[in-house]
């Protein structure tokens, strides 16, 4: 839990953790819990104001308490979408998007800054993995939403309400931090936000997805399949050589037995890989009987990568295939098309700008 500077960064402990920390600074155990409710308040050490100034100052010497800020906000003219860079404190960026819906606020957060896995359609991956984010930096991008989300509203302040884990990098390649950090969502006196309103979106890897089922978290799966065989999804996904379709549906099935949750499949339409309505066909007998969900992504075009959107039209019947067979779709919301609202875009564009 150190970070590049070698302070200890608060966040990412539980209240008892830091309650220990506390004490091991000569402090009294009660400014454990004080602290940590102003850490899951979105508040830095200059903020705590039952705290004497002196212990502030003292404590700001060792410890961050906020370890992700905004460095860069677009706010979609078209929907109110809102694409954050957040900033780390080693120079690091990582991407957020925020979206109002109906039933609250929702956050997509990343795990990692870059992305090992490779997928051909997503931008995130171009540099490879830099670095895993902490459990601490994950809060804190939630924390840094709702700094945002309450400027001017100080009486009722909105605050997330849902997070998905579908930024960039792949969260369960992050599994200890992931894990942890999902576990600090719901410590008492903390941001308590319900692990019920949280979705993690695998790419499938295969022995995680049974070390997560294991973990009892009502956490929703969304699964990244994009194909309905191995043979289209190698061609998008290097994953795919590593664990079949076959073997991700088995740990598909396991999870649902283990949490008793459907898991979500996204599939991101692009024209001529797997679009057409064959391929609609056979996605719909791959997920024959299984409690499910298809999202359909109509794709973000990916400019360093030679990969074409599709027609409305093909979206259209590629819905009416799957609806046909019984097998539960959605089109996603497309957010934010003005803001390079797809995963990892933002930073790209932030580096590619910087770095001409
Ligand atoms: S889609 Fe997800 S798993 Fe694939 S490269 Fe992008 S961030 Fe990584």
């Given at each position: 839990m150190e970070n590049a500077?070698?302070?200890t960064e608060l966040a990412g402990m539980t209240r008892e953790e830091l309650t220990g920390w506390i004490i091991a600074q000569g402090l009294p155990s009660f400014r454990g819990r004080q602290i940590f409710e102003w850490i899951h308040r979105g508040v830095d050490f200059d903020g705590m104001t039952n705290l004497p100034a002196a212990m502030r100052e003292k404590l700001k010497e060792t410890a961050v308490a906020q370890s992700v800020e905004i460095r860069l906000q677009r706010i979609s003219a078209l929907d109110g979408t809102v694409k954050f860079l957040f900033a780390l404190r080693d120079g690091n960026c990582v991407e957020g998007v925020l979206m109002h819906y109906k039933y609250g606020v929702s956050l997509c957060i990343s795990t990692q800054?870059?992305?090992?896995m490779g997928c051909r359609f997503c931008a995130s991956t171009l540099e490879g993995l830099v670095r895993n984010l902490t459990a601490g930096e994950m809060l804190g991008e939630i924390l840094a939403a709702n700094r945002y989300l309450s400027q001017g509203k100080e009486q009722k302040p909105e605050k997330?309400?849902?997070v998905v884990l579908m930024g960039s990098g792949e969260p369960l390649d992050n599994y200890d931090e992931v894990v942890?950090?999902?576990?600090l969502l719901r410590e008492e006196e903390g941001i308590r936000i319900s692990l019920r309103n949280v979705s993690l979106s695998t790419c499938g890897i295969v022995p995680r997805m049974y070390d997560f089922a294991r973990e009892n978290?009502?956490?929703?799966l969304c699964v990244s399949l994009h194909a309905p065989n191995d043979e289209i999804r190698r061609k998008t996904m290097p994953v795919a050589n590593r664990w079949s379709i076959r073997e991700i549906m088995e740990a598909c099935r396991n999870y649902i037995r283990e949490t008793g949750r459907r898991v979500i499949f996204e599939y991101a339409l692009s024209e001529g890989v797997n679009a057409g309505e064959k391929?609609?066909?056979?996605?719909?007998?791959?997920?024959?009987g299984m409690q499910c969900h298809v999202n359909l992504i109509p794709l973000n075009v990916v400019r360093e990568r030679n990969l074409k959107g599709v027609s409305e039209e093909t979206v259209r019947e590629?819905?009416?295939?799957?609806?046909e067979k019984h097998i539960s779709v959605t089109r996603r919301r497309e957010m934010g098309d003005d803001i390079e609202g797809a995963c990892g875009q933002l930073r790209r564009k932030t580096i590619r700008e910087n770095n001409p």
């Open positions: 500077a070698n302070k800054v870059g992305c090992r997330v309400s849902h942890r950090f999902l576990h978290l009502p956490v929703t391929d609609a066909a056979e996605l719909a007998e791959l997920l024959r590629f819905m009416q295939t799957l609806e």
